[in-house]
């Protein structure tokens, strides 16, 4: 297999929720919370770039990468050197109107919930606080209330685009980065009578395509100018597949028509266009791609959230399906670029095989030319958990136990968007499940999971080394489960 398939083969990281390094267990408290991780910043993500280089992952986003306190941006620049040593790129994450501009946190000391911003000229509160005319308005044309590091600015205003281009030209001088992922902000649009006249229509979205054309254009230019060989990615929050039975037309990864696509077109072709491709892949896609789907562009990411805290199925998801078939998917369409969340260790079993078969489909590890699953369970994952057979026994009893957990907040999301657990029976080959385990009282599922328990057990107690740690933490996990069920709140 060749193993250029991919140009750009990424992870995708908030710094707060890293956590590969658990001697400090304490975890951030949400993008805009207090992070206690940053403490451990190198510890994470330099193990992060040693297990890249290992896997042929050439690129690490990190979202909050500038940070005063901790030492913040001696720790960034410690690792960009890291990583360019090892051959990964550190992509700092950086929003134009949005996410805190290029410097995320400017507090050196006091950084709890409630501690004051301060000061620095590429923190875009700092920007606005200086310049309030210049911020986003909503929709009864008042300023938005959001929290210092949500603070959004207007997009058709030039003086914010042109803070914005002094700000990217001194993280490339003074940082010494790579590359970027830039996004123009996903949680609110501009209200003002300049953004609404260039909008037209897509008022009821959380962001617009048209804010994207001039601001990634510009910023673009002022990076390659700087660093030629630089990473330019810019978030489209877009599919570019078909919607087929999607029924969300507008919003975090839809699929854009046609039109949307033609304005795209006018982003510079050294651009990388990233598309949010969780609603195109899987066991149960609502969107379609095939042939058909095209992007107007030459470099493309397409990436998902599979195995992430973003969604339902939360850091544990078993995602091998997913992130299988995007990648094929990707190398099928001649997509060269793909992303997945990099936040979880590989110590635990499900993010460590999401990582193998994104790394594996991409033309590293084993060879897999055709990106077969049976050739990934066989020559991969069966070595890893005891033999023959071993990784699927692993993977249902895990699923099974994973359905078993549903909650009822999420038996009710289930029954009203199947494609978030009934497309797990498919991996498992068993109809039905979750229906019949929604049937079920909480000491029938209780005594099911035990049941889970003992095979697990059966199987660990005879194996030693690693395979025997991947069934423990299986054994472990489930008994959490079970505890759920014995213990049920009514
Ligand atoms: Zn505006």
Redesign the pocket.
């Given at each position: 297999m060749k193993q250029d398939a991919f140009d750009y083969r990424v992870l995708w990281t908030w710094d707060y929720c890293t956590f590969w390094d658990d001697s400090n267990f304490i975890r951030g408290f949400g993008a805009t919370g207090e992070n206690k991780r940053r403490r451990s910043f190198l510890d994470d993500y330099k193990r992060m770039v040693d297990f890249c280089a290992v896997h042929g992952i050439n690129g690490i986003v990190i979202w909050g990468a500038l940070r005063a306190h901790n030492d913040g941006e001696q720790q960034l620049k410690d690792l960009v050197r890291y990583g360019r040593m090892k051959g990964v790129r550190i992509l700092p994450g950086v929003g134009l109107f949005s996410y805190g501009g290029v410097y995320y946190d400017a507090r050196k000391n006091n950084i709890g919930m409630t501690a004051p911003p301060e000061y620095h000229p590429y923190s875009l509160h700092s920007w606005l606080k200086e310049h309030p005319e210049l911020s986003?308005?909503a929709a009864d044309k008042k300023p938005y209330a959001t929290g210092f590091l949500s603070d959004l600015a207007?997009?058709?205003?030039i003086e914010n685009i042109e803070w914005f281009k002094r700000a990217l030209a001194w993280l490339f001088q003074e940082i010494d980065v790579d590359g970027v992922q830039m996004e123009v902000g996903d949680y609110a649009?501009?209200?003002?009578?300049?953004?609404?006249k260039k909008r037209k229509g897509h008022e009821n979205s959380v962001f617009c395509i048209e804010d994207m054309i001039e601001p990634y254009t510009i910023a673009c230019d002022v990076i390659k100018s700087i660093k030629p060989d630089a990473w330019a990615i810019c978030e489209t929050y877009s599919s570019f597949a078909s919607p087929h039975q999607d029924n969300k037309r507008e919003g975090f990864g839809a699929a854009i028509d046609e039109k949307q696509k033609s304005l795209l077109r006018a982003l510079p072709q050294e651009t990388i266009v990233q598309w949010v491709m969780d609603r195109a892949v899987g066991l149960a896609p609502l969107q379609k791609w095939d042939e058909y789907s095209s992007t107007p562009f030459k470099n493309n990411i397409s990436r998902i959230h599979a195995g992430s805290q973003h969604t339902l199925h939360g850091p544990d998801e078993w995602a091998i399906h997913s992130i299988g078939d995007m990648v094929q998917k990707s190398r099928q369409s001649a997509i060269n670029g793909i992303s997945i969340f990099g936040e979880e260790s590989p110590a635990s079993p499900p993010s460590e095989a999401n990582y193998l078969i994104f790394s594996e489909f991409s033309g590293y590890g084993n060879p897999n030319p055709n990106c077969s699953m049976n050739t990934f369970y066989a020559q991969t994952l069966d070595p890893l958990y005891g033999g023959s057979g071993m990784s699927r026994e692993w993977e249902r009893i895990y699923i099974s136990g994973h359905i078993a957990r549903l909650n009822k907040q999420l038996q009710t999301k289930t029954a009203k968007d199947p494609r978030h657990f009934h497309p797990l029976h498919l991996a498992i080959d068993q109809p039905d499940l979750v229906d019949i385990v929604c049937s079920m009282s909480s000491q029938e599922r209780q005594k099911y999971t035990l049941k889970l328990i003992a095979e697990t057990h059966d199987i660990s107690s005879k194996l030693s080394g690693e395979s025997c740690r991947r069934w423990s933490w299986l054994e472990n996990w489930l008994w959490r489960a079970e505890y759920l069920h014995r213990t049920i709140i009514t």
């Open positions: 986003a308005i207007c997009p058709s205003r649009v501009c209200h003002c009578d300049l953004c609404e």
